[in-house]
Structures are given as C-alpha cells and as structure tokens.
C-alpha cells in the first residue's frame, strides 16, 4: 500500500493532490485566494468589503464569479470549512484516489444554461452513473428497471408483461401524500418492502409515510432497460475534478476567498454593503424558532490493493445494515490507479461539530423553516440562496440555477 500511497495519479489532476484545492496565489493580481485551512489572517475580524458572501459552495461560489465578472464588484467569500466547493469538493486521499469525502455527486441536469455556465470552468467526462442494490443476499439492478424485473421472475420478460404486472401490484393511490403512499402506488409492497422502506427509515430516521412523496418519488421506476441512475440529458463529472472547477471560477482579482473563517465570529465586527448567505438559516437567526432538523453522514473509507473492488459505482443496502450505500467513485472518475478507496456512508443525527447535510424533507420541518423564511424576507440587503439557507434538498445543478437566477435580480436591483 505504501507505494500506492506514493503514486502521484497522472495527467491534469495532478493539479489538486492535496485537501481540496490548492491555492492560487494572488501575486499577479489583486485577489487573494486562500485554500487549504489557511486564512488570511484568523484574528482578523473586522473585515471591510463590498459584497461579503458567506459560504464556498456552489451557490457561494457562482454569485462570486458572476458578481466579480459581470457587475465588476469586489467580493470576499468566507467558508468555515477549510477548503472550498461545500459539499461537492473533492480530494486525493492517502492511497492516491480521488475521492467525494462528503459523499458521492453525480453531476446531472437538462438546463443547456447551467452546462453552458459550468463550462467555462471545466471540461466534462461523461459517465452513465449506474447503482445495484443489494438485497436478500444479492445484488439487484436499481432503480427497477425491466432487468431487474426479470431477475425478480427469474425470467426473460417485456415491457408489457412489468406493466400489467405493476398495475396489479400498485395500490391505487391518487394524491400521493407520503413517500410510503407514493412508492405503494408506483410499485406496490413488495417492491416498497424490498428496496425503500428500511433504506428510506435509515437514511432520515422517520418512516416514509412521515416525509414528502418527493424524497421516494424522485426515483425513477421504468420499464424499460435503462438502468442508468438518472434519467436527465446530460450526466458528468468535471473532468479534472470538483476542487479544480471551483479554483477556476474563484480565480478572479476581484474575489478573495478566506477558508477556515466562521460567519459567525466575524458577523459582529465586520462591514458590507451587501451579504449573499448560504449557510443554515436557523443558525443566522440564532435559532429563534428552534434548531431546524438535518440529518448528517459519517463516511467510514477502506482502501484496497486492487484495482476495482464494488461490482458498481454504488451499493445501496436497504437492509438491516447500519449503512445506507457503499460508493467506489473510482468507477466514475476514471482514474486509472492500481488501488481503490470505498466509502461506507452511516446516516445519523445532527448535532454540535456535525455537518448539516440533509435539511429533513417533512411538512413539520418545513413549517418550521417558512417563519425564518418569512424573516428572511423582509431583511434589506441579504441574499438567501443555496440548500441551507432555502432549508430544501437541491441537486447541483438547481444550487447553480437559483444561484444565477438570485444574480439576476441582483444586477436588476444594484444591491449594497
Ligand atoms: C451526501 C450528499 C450527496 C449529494 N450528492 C449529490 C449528487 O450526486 N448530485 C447532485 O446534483 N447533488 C448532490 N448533492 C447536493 C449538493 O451537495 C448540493 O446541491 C450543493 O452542494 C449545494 O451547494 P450550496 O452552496 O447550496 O451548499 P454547500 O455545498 O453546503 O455550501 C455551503 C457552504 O457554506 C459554508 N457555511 C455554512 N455556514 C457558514 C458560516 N457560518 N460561516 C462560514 N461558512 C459557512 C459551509 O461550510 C459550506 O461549505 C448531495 C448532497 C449531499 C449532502
């Protein structure tokens, strides 16, 4: 392993060998870009700027490189984290192998714009993103596709036969008001039992019947044989990496990025004319109606000496086990590397020093979440934007779309 360990991967991503990106230095412009835990000076909290955004991730990152770019604004963007990209970044790990250490994210959409957006950042390799899951001892292809529908019959069979079949399984459900009513009325018990009902208690420790149809609907359930994860248009990784493609739209003179710089530490001393937040709502109003619920992951990796070890990208397990899935994202990036790092994902309870990675898709959560909202509302010059501050479930691509979106009415309004 240790010579593993030495192996440099080859080619352009070479470029982000350490934790997340590296930074760029700002010697020949005026920028200042801080990565990798640094800041640029910690006990600094009176920072004084013009367009102050809170958050590195996508949400944060797009409205730096828009506002800098395209209104000629100086921003400084902090991120508590000590690296940027939120969520989506990624990483060498010890072995040598790029990895999500905040789990796995498959880029997918159908918006030309967004494609179009990301693009001047980053080259793309297309993957199929595909999944199994593993059930009774074995694997099944999911999402239920026709394939899988002939391994449960232990038969070849058509798209006509999973039809009427599925018709006579399905409970007739019409307004869907849960996710338990919503899989019932796609698939029926079996099905629900065998793929989503343990998955889905684990994942958000509430029974599906608590939580939106949306969080099980979005799954598609075909009868044909795509077995592909998702079904949108273009489906893809940023061919150098996460870490790169924000280091690229970050890499403005107009834009300093501070990591390991906590909003809330510098929210009393510090001045702007106008603030994008995309951090937990709850948590810029000091919880006054309650902490919100999230669900968090602990991320458990084993590198292996071989060179593919998971028979997919990802092993969803709807059973008994403390973990939802296993993901080889090596699959997916294409590295070539005689190693390979797995990684276990644990759902579990929010709390102090944990990430809030899933706002809880639950009416209750949500009505909750709407008295912030309607703070946050009426509160002159903050933008709100991003999965945290909206407090709802957004792939990427969304992140990135409210995010040009919110830039918009920005340039409309001429903030600050
Ligand atoms: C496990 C997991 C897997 C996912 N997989 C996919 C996928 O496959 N495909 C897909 O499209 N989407 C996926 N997503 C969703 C994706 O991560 C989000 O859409 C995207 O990252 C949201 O960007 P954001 O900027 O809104 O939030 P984030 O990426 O969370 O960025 C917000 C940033 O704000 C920072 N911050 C918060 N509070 C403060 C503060 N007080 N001071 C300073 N900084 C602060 C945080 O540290 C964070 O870096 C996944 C999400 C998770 C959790």
Redesign the pocket.
């Known amino acids: 392993m240790r010579d593993a360990a030495q192996r440099m991967p080859r080619g352009r991503l070479r470029e982000s060998p350490g934790w997340c990106a590296p930074p760029l230095t700002s010697a020949t412009h005026g920028g200042i870009l801080l990565g990798h835990g640094a800041t640029k000076n910690p006990s600094d909290r009176t920072l004084k700027c013009d367009v102050l955004i809170?958050?590195?991730?996508?949400?944060?990152?797009v409205l730096a490189e828009r506002i800098a770019s395209q209104m000629g604004r100086r921003c400084t963007v902090?991120?508590?984290?000590d690296?940027?990209?939120?969520?989506?970044?990624d990483r060498y790990d010890g072995a040598g192998v790029l990895i999500?250490p905040?789990?796995?994210?498959?880029?997918?959409?159908n918006s030309d714009r967004i494609v179009e957006y990301l693009s001047q950042f980053t080259d793309w390799r297309p993957v199929e993103?595909r999944v199994l899951s593993y059930a009774g001892g074995r694997y099944w292809q999911f999402p239920i596709n026709l394939n899988t529908f002939e391994q449960i019959l232990g038969r070849p069979s058509t798209p006509g036969e999973m039809e009427a079949t599925l018709a006579r399984w399905r409970i007739p459900i019409e307004n869907p008001k849960n996710s338990e009513e919503m899989i019932l009325s796609q698939v029926g018990p079996r099905l629900y039992e065998m793929f989503f009902k343990k998955y889905t208690r684990k994942q958000w420790r509430r029974d599906p019947s608590e939580l939106d149809p949306a969080v099980c609907g979005r799954i598609p359930v075909r009868t044909t044989r795509d077995d592909r994860y998702l079904s949108d248009r273009f489906q893809a990784l940023p061919r150098d990496g996460y870490a790169t493609m924000f280091r690229r739209m970050l890499d403005h003179p107009l834009i300093e990025v501070r990591t390991g710089?906590?909003?809330?530490?510098i929210r009393s001393a510090a001045k702007w004319n106008h603030l994008i937040?995309?951090?937990?709502i709850d948590?810029?109003y000091g919880h006054v109606f309650g902490p919100l619920p999230y669900r968090t992951?602990r991320f458990e990796n084993e590198t292996l000496a071989e060179e593919f070890h998971l028979p997919a990208m990802q092993v969803n397990y709807p059973g008994d086990e403390p973990f939802t899935r296993v993901v080889e994202i090596k699959r997916a990036t294409g590295q070539k590397i005689p190693v390979t790092t797995i990684v276990r994902?644990f759902p579990e309870d929010y709390g102090p020093g944990k990430?809030?990675?899933?706002p809880v898709p639950a009416s209750d959560a949500r009505a909750q979440y709407l008295r912030y909202a309607d703070l946050a509302a009426r509160e002159p010059g903050v933008s709100f934007?991003?999965?945290?501050?909206?407090y709802r479930?957004?792939?990427?691509?969304?992140?990135v779309g409210?995010?040009l979106a919110e830039f918009d009415g920005l340039k409309e309004r001429k903030p600050g």
Request: glycine content about 14%; overall charge negative; proline content about 5%.
């Open positions: 809170v958050g590195a991730g996508f949400a944060g990152a902090v991120d508590r984290r690296h940027i990209g939120g969520n989506a970044f999500h905040c789990g796995p994210h498959y880029f997918h959409t993103f710089v906590d909003f809330r530490d937040y995309t951090g937990p948590e810029y992951l994902e990430e809030p990675y899933y934007v991003g999965r945290l501050a909206a479930y957004c792939n990427m691509d969304q992140v409210m995010a």
